[in-house]
């Protein structure tokens, strides 16, 4: 009997490690059949990470753009208002300049038209105090020439003196002279040359015409050659 129970025994032990086996084996296959199911989703998981970063790189990007196109614009808007700036600056410098050099032309052309009428205006006569000629002997050429014909329009020997140095100073006393870019001509430059033609019509060629053109002008425009020649001195011409 004892021997038939050990048997016995021995045989539900084995048929229980056989059931625990089997059991221990389903439950292992379940924990697997998890673990299996669980891999995918973190997969999914981890490429949505992935998906998100890109997405944020993306946005950093187009931030960075924008902000790399608007200081990009600022600069250039900048720039464009500075030129501009300097461009109305040297345009106001240019109106200012110009404005100067209006009121300094005026200004002058204001003196001048005063000298002219102090001098000839009020008819007197300005003084000379240099060397008095004792007659046109003292002189040869076109100033002898000069020297008695303005004896014969009336003038007093003591006015040869401001007539030669006006002549001196326009001519040189030459007939020929011409001023190129005036179109003034000879003794007396008058201008234009053709003018002296009421004195003659060889007024291209004599002195004489020429001297009596010249002082017919002077009397009727100064009074005298020593007005005149004030009028020289003071404004450049006369």
């Known amino acids: 009997m004892n021997r038939l129970w050990s048997r016995v025994g021995i045989r539900v032990a084995s048929v229980g490690l056989l059931v625990a086996g089997v059991i221990g084996g389903v439950y292992l296959g379940k924990d697997q059949e998890v673990q299996a199911q669980g891999a995918p989703q973190v997969n999914v998981v981890a490429q949505v990470d ?26 250039e808007a900048a720039t464009k208002a500075a030129a501009e700036a300097k461009a109305a600056a040297v345009k106001a410098r240019t109106a200012e300049k110009k404005l100067i050099e209006k009121k300094v032309a005026e200004k002058k052309a204001e003196e001048a038209k005063k000298a002219e009428s102090s001098s000839s205006g009020s008819g007197a006569t300005v003084p000379y105090t240099g060397d008095i000629p004792a007659s046109c002997d003292e002189y040869s050429g076109n100033r002898a020439t000069g020297c008695a014909l303005m004896l014969n329009a009336g003038f007093k020997i003591d006015q040869f003196p401001c007539l030669d140095k006006l002549w001196k100073k326009e001519s040189g006393w030459n007939h020929k002279a ?19 033609a009421s004195e003659g019509s060889d007024w291209k060629s004599n002195p004489a015409t020429q001297i009596k053109w010249g002082l017919g002008y002077i ?11 004030s009028h020289s001195q003071n404004t450049g011409w006369y």
């Open 50 to 75: 992935v998906a998100e970063m890109q997405l944020l790189k993306e946005r950093h990007s187009r931030h960075a753009a924008a902000r790399a196109y608007q200081r990009k614009a600022e600069d």
């Open 219 to 229: 009397k009727g425009r100064y009074n005298t050659p020593c007005n005149a020649w």
């Open 178 to 196: 011409a001023n190129p870019s005036s179109g003034a001509y000879g003794i007396p430059q008058s201008l234009p040359g053709s003018k002296m």
